[in-house]
Nanobody
Framework: QVLLGESGGGLVQAGGSLRLSCVAS????????MAWYRQAPGKQRELVAL???????NYLDSVKGRFTISRDNSKNTVYLQMNNLKPEDTAVYYC????????WGQGTQVTVSA
């Protein structure tokens, strides 16, 4: 079983930045997909960004140009750099990996004030 530990969430003003980190309990080198999802109160969980084992990325339209996903295989870590944050980005952010089995992190709260 892969354990995922997220960090980096917090409270920030609109226009600010945060970097989320997700550390896996084993090597991520062969993981098919690593991704970040988010879930706001009363809304469904949605895919924010993903990165494949080959480094291909995809983003939710509303975060394109503001968020960047990256992975550091040497540190078993995937990152989400979030810039120019908006109040609508407020949510619990979850790390997800596909090994091909699927694993989720516990989530980290991101709150953006207006």
């Amino acid at each position: 079983q892969v354990l995922l530990g997220e960090s980096g969430g917090g409270l920030v003003q609109a226009g600010g930045s945060l970097r989320l980190s997700c550390v896996a309990s084993e090597s991520i080198f062969s993981f098919n997909v690593m991704a970040w999802y988010r879930q706001a109160p009363g809304k469904q969980r949605e895919l924010v960004a993903l990165i494949s084992s080959r480094g291909s990325t995809n983003y939710l339209d509303s975060v394109k140009g503001r968020f960047t996903i990256s992975r550091d295989n040497s540190k078993n870590t995937v990152y989400l750099q979030m810039n120019n944050l908006k109040p609508e980005d407020t949510a619990v952010y979850y790390c997800y990996v596909e090994t091909p089995r699927n694993y989720w992190g516990q989530g980290t709260q991101v709150t953006v004030s207006a």
